[in-house]
């Protein structure tokens, strides 16, 4: 195991959402292709919002405002790996989404809540099932705000 693989990665990842839809990213991280947020690691002395702007931008070139914490990941399923997710929501601000990282990422698109493309990475599942169940004023804050497996 190399040393990324003896401890958890730890990222911020942020939903941004426009017109009720939300912007994804078909990802090539994997043998399997999935969906999921921008994101990726907190640089040193960064804020979780300041960090979200800046994934948003590099990722994608989209402008997000009104960020809020939604929810926490612990996701074993992908071992070796072990990543720890902090799952923000944002509204779009301004920008046409383009694949700007395209050795990441295959498109970027806004997808409806009722319409996900899939498979969608874990973290990503877990943070849109928090924020609909929110959404529909059910369900118990505590499981809501933190997803833990």
Same mark, same amino acid.
């Given at each position: 195991?190399?040393?990324?693989?003896?401890? $958890?990665?730890?990222? +911020?990842?942020? @939903?941004?959402?426009? %017109?009720? !839809?939300?912007?994804?990213? =078909?990802?090539?991280?994997?043998?399997?292709?999935?969906?999921?947020?921008?994101?990726?690691?907190?640089?040193?002395?960064?804020?979780?919002?300041?960090?979200?702007?800046?994934?948003?931008?590099?990722?994608?070139?989209?402008?997000?405002?009104?960020?809020?914490?939604?929810?926490?990941?612990?996701?074993?399923?992908?071992? $070796?790996?072990?990543? +720890?997710?902090? @799952?923000?929501?944002? %509204?779009? !601000?301004?920008?046409?989404? =383009?694949?700007?990282?395209?050795?990441?990422?295959?498109?970027?698109?806004?997808?409806?809540?009722?319409?996900?493309?899939?498979?969608?990475?874990?973290?990503?599942?877990?943070?849109?099932?928090?924020?609909?169940?929110?959404?529909?004023?059910?369900?118990?804050?505590?499981?809501?705000?933190?997803?833990?497996?």
């Amino acid at each position: 195991m190399d040393e990324r693989q003896q401890k $958890p990665n730890y990222a +911020i990842r942020v @939903m941004v959402f426009k %017109d009720k !839809k939300v912007l994804l990213g =078909k990802s090539k991280a994997s043998a399997v292709v999935r969906y999921g947020p921008p994101g990726g690691h907190l640089e040193y002395l960064e804020s979780f919002e300041d960090c979200a702007k800046r994934e948003a931008m590099e990722e994608c070139g989209v402008k997000i405002q009104n960020i809020k914490f939604q929810a926490i990941s612990n996701v074993t399923e992908y071992q $070796p790996y072990h990543n +720890i997710n902090i @799952m923000l929501t944002a %509204d779009w !601000k301004s920008g046409e989404p =383009k694949n700007l990282e395209p050795e990441k990422f295959e498109s970027w698109d806004w997808y409806d809540l009722d319409n996900l493309p899939k498979p969608l990475w874990k973290n990503c599942e877990l943070a849109l099932e928090s924020y609909k169940t929110l959404r529909r004023g059910s369900g118990q804050a505590e499981k809501n705000y933190f997803d833990i497996e």
